[in-house]
Nanobody, 115 residues
Framework: QVQLVESGGGLVQPGGSLRLSCVVS????????MGWYREVPGNEREMVAT???????NYADSVKGRFTIARDNDKNTVYLQMKSLEPEDTAVYYC?????????WGKGTLVTVSS
């Protein structure tokens, strides 16, 4: 079965930067659509960024120009580079794999943006 492990969350000041990583097990990474989603109390889990196996990206309007999703197929890892972080970015961030019509999720990593 596919397993995902996120890392890189933590406390960062407003305006700062942080990079999240997600290591994916299995042999399906290179043909999968990868994504980062986030969830805050009282809200639905929302899409932050997605990246297809062919390089197409999609970002939530709230993070365009500030966040960048990338992948390293040799390391089976997807990254979310976050800059100019705002308190509104505080959330639990989840890594997602979509392949063959199925979704796989990590357990999440907490990002807190506060001074």
């Amino acid at each position: 079965q596919v397993q995902l492990v996120e890392s890189g969350g933590g406390l960062v000041q407003p305006g700062g930067s942080l990079r999240l990583s997600c290591v994916v097990s299995g042999s399906i990474f290179s043909i999968s659509t990868m994504g980062w989603y986030r969830e805050v109390p009282g809200n639905e889990r929302e899409m932050v960024a997605t990246l297809t196996s062919t390089g197409s990206t999609n970002y939530a309007d709230s993070v365009k120009g500030r966040f960048t999703i990338a992948r390293d197929n040799d390391k089976n890892t997807v990254y979310l580079q976050m800059k100019s972080l705002e308190p509104e970015d505080t959330a639990v961030y989840y890594c997602n794999v979509h392949v063959f019509g199925k979704n796989f999720w990590g357990k999440g990593t907490l990002v807190t943006v506060s001074s």
